[in-house]
């Protein structure tokens, strides 16, 4: 039985539209995620439902957030109306944070989504998005995106990792296809690098040798669906994460 259910984070098919208004919407239903079998919620007081786990891969300082709900032609009743949000650091104690009511998706190109539930500053790792209900559809419930705004919790790094997190840049960032990782003033070596999605699947791997203070390194991700990911950067036992954003 799986435990996380893959998010498509979705954008205009047009790409002169999708350069200009990134937060616009497919209206493909499959450009969604949608659950039609209730599962085991990893929060334990939920009942068996239709939930989408994130794993952050890190503890992240938690702020705002916007959500898409489903914006397909004839299948926005599989949208969810009320959702409730729980997090957690460690993936095995939850805390409840809201209960959020959302409006039904217009299905319309220029849809481009409702602001969510604000964490203020909360400390996660991982967070779960349970429906309580759509609207109307017998057995489908779903969304098409979740957009946090976070930074890395200074309470889950070291102090070199605070400061390797000053030493790197990426640019550009949202990028279409490719774009460069920059480190300036770091120690020579051997670092590894994957990008994995918000749901935590590693999409890409690699490692790179450092001999200067200053290293670019391009990142091709032409061959990738479009959405968010995390870029993670590891030196020994230092790790280091930022977050991409892939348009088309």
């Not at 976070?150 to 279409?176: G, M, Q, R, W």
């Not at 590894?192 to 699947?201: H, L, P, Q, R, W």
């Amino acid at each position: 039985m799986k435990f996380i259910f893959p998010l498509l984070f979705l954008f205009l098919t047009f790409t002169s539209f999708g350069q200009q208004f990134p937060d616009r919407h497919s209206t493909d239903i499959a450009d969604s995620w949608t659950s039609c079998q209730a599962t085991e919620n990893p929060n334990k007081v939920r009942e068996e439902g239709h939930w989408i786990m994130y794993d952050f891969g890190n503890e992240y300082t938690l702020h705002g957030t916007t959500i898409w709900n489903v914006n397909g032609y004839q299948h926005t009743d599989k949208g969810s109306q009320e959702l409730v949000i729980d997090y957690s650091i460690d993936g095995e104690n939850w805390t409840e944070l809201a209960y959020h009511t959302m409006t039904e998706a217009p299905a319309s190109s220029f849809y481009q989504g409702e602001e969510g539930p604000n964490f203020n500053g909360l400390n996660a790792r991982y967070v779960i998005l349970t429906s309580l209900s759509n609207f109307g559809h017998a057995t489908c419930h779903g969304l098409s995106e979740v957009r946090f705004q976070a930074t890395i919790a200074t309470t889950s790094t070291d102090t070199k990792e605070a400061e390797l997190a000053n030493n790197i840049d990426v640019s550009p960032n949202p990028f279409d296809a490719e774009t460069m990782i920059t480190l300036t003033d770091i120690q020579s070596g051997t670092y590894d690098y994957s990008v994995v999605d918000i749901t935590g699947k590693q999409v890409m791997q690699g490692s790179v040798e450092v001999s200067s203070d200053r290293f670019t390194l391009p990142l091709r991700m032409g061959d990738v669906t479009a959405g968010a990911y995390i870029f993670r950067l590891q030196y020994g036992a230092l790790t280091l994460s930022k977050q991409l954003q892939l348009i088309r």
